[in-house]
T-cell receptor, first 113, second 115 residues
């Protein structure tokens, strides 16, 4: 699986957009970008994923660059409850029977009042 | 909204004892996983399970570990003889069939403390 690089921490003001970057320069054509988050000591939570088109759901938007070497997760109006560690994970779309998620250290997003 | 549940939330055991961690995955999910997170460290994959057999296991998942789906709803992780270094949060997860296997839904975890 392609390696990802994320900043260790970021701050955001409550009500503002939080933009979390991820570099995945070695991503290959059949690999998707997945985002998860982990609120303190809870189980990781799936947020969103994409291949090459931008994606939006009720939680967030995912912007993937045209060359697919980086992406940005956008929380449009961050709240205090969005304070968490955010993980960017690259995984193949399908194939085989191995569907493990490989978590890195992620980005600790702190939303400040 | 359906969710993965885990019991107990906290388990304290003595070194050398057997523990069983229990999970109830989301009912229409077909893939099941165990992950663990030692305090302050990354979430680590332990094992994946599909069609009543292990799909993949990590180096951590040695002979002391086993998984079972004893009925149509429960998914268990057994540690036969616990060690101090097994102290961690253990998360169960489940996912639907293709192409949703990487959309995994995690339970709240069981904190295992080995003394």
């Amino acid at each position: 699986d392609a390696k990802t690089t994320q900043p260790p921490s970021m701050d955001c003001a409550e009500g503002r957009a939080a933009n979390l970057p991820c570099n995945h320069s070695t991503i290959s054509g059949n690999e998707y970008v997945y985002w998860y988050r982990q609120i303190h000591s809870q189980g990781p939570q799936y947020i969103i994923h994409g291949l090459k088109n931008n994606e939006t759901n009720e939680m967030a938007s995912l912007i993937i660059t045209e060359d697919r070497k980086s992406s940005t997760l956008i929380l449009p109006h961050a709240t205090l409850r969005d304070t968490a560690v955010y993980y960017c994970i690259v995984s193949p779309s399908s194939g085989g029977s191995n569907y493990k998620l490989t978590f890195g250290k992620g980005t600790l997003l702190t939303v400040n009042p | 909204e359906p969710e993965v549940t885990q019991t107990p939330s906290h388990q304290v055991t003595q070194m050398g004892q057997e523990v069983i961690l229990r999970c109830v995955p989301i009912s229409n999910h077909l893939y099941f996983y165990w992950y663990r997170q030692i305090l302050g460290q990354k979430v680590e994959f332990l094992v994946s399970f599909y069609n009543n057999e292990i799909s993949e296991k990590s180096e951590i998942f040695d002979d002391q570990f086993s998984v079972e789906r004893p009925d149509g709803s429960n998914f268990t992780l057994k540690i036969r003889s616990t060690k101090l270094e097994d102290s961690a949060m253990y998360f169960c997860a489940s996912s639907r069939d293709s192409p949703f296997m990487y959309e995994q839904y995690f339970g709240p975890g069981t904190r295992l403390t080995v003394t």
